[in-house]
């Protein structure tokens, strides 16, 4: 297995709701990313594990809350989001952490935020 | 940090000419370079990267040129097709990457 999964492709949420997007793969790689990309822009880094630990926030709001509960899956999970957080969110893994580490990014999850 | 400039913004070519998108960054210990190609709702799909210790890489019609001394880098399409037109991203890693602003290049049949 040589991809990378996001589940679910597209999410609308109301800003009171809690949801959770998903992230897998099964390349055995050791580091994990989630980035965010709104329209005609670049993909911003949120987070990263390495080994399952948390290694780089990038001064995510708090509304935003990480998990990596195994090596090859990865979570976020929303609660109390603005509409201004509509986007989408890319996850992407890598052999390992740091330079010189390609990453392969997963579909991404369409998230409207009402 | 890192900061990776990308020109140009916008790029629109005949199909069969050549395209060239430049990028400049500012950390001389970013050591991999890797583009992205992402075509609408799809996600960015790595088509050719280069390392710090090599000035020059191909692959096939595409070519990527590394200027260590002068911390850019470009990205080379030849003979253009219309399944190129996708909005391309470069990127520079040191300890996490950062990404161009991206060109959106549209071929012309």
């Known amino acids: 297995d040589t991809e990378v999964t996001q589940t679910p492709k597209h999410l609308v949420m109301g800003m009171t709701n809690k949801k959770s997007l998903k992230c897998e793969q099964h390349m055995g790689h050791r580091a994990m990313y989630w980035y965010k990309q709104k329209a005609k822009k670049p993909p911003e880094l949120m987070f990263v594990?390495?080994?399952?630990?948390?290694?780089i926030n990038e001064s995510v709001p708090s509304r935003f809350s990480p998990e990596c509960p195994n090596s090859s899956l990865l979570n976020l999970h929303l609660h109390a989001l603005q509409p201004e957080d509509s986007a989408l969110y890319l996850c992407?893994?890598?052999?390992?952490?740091?330079?010189?580490?390609?990453?392969?990014f997963g579909p991404g999850t369409r998230l409207l935020v009402l | 940090g890192e900061n990776v400039e990308q020109h140009p913004s916008t790029l629109s070519v005949q199909e069969g000419d050549s395209a060239v998108i430049k990028c400049t960054y500012s950390d001389s210990a970013s050591n991999y370079f890797p583009w992205y190609k992402q075509e609408l709702g799809k996600r960015p799909q790595l088509i050719i990267d280069?390392?710090?210790?090599?000035g020059e890489k191909k692959d096939q019609r595409i070519a990527v040129t590394l200027n260590k001394t002068a911390k850019h880098f470009s990205l080379h399409i030849t003979e253009t097709q219309p399944e190129d037109s996708a909005v391309y991203f470069c990127a520079a890693s040191n300890h996490d990457m950062r990404f161009g602003a991206g060109t959106r290049l549209t071929v012309k049949p």
């Open positions: 992407a893994s890598s052999q390992n952490l740091g330079g010189g580490e390609t990453q392969y």
């Open positions: 280069i390392r710090s210790n090599v």
């Open positions: 594990y390495s080994y399952e630990k948390l290694s």
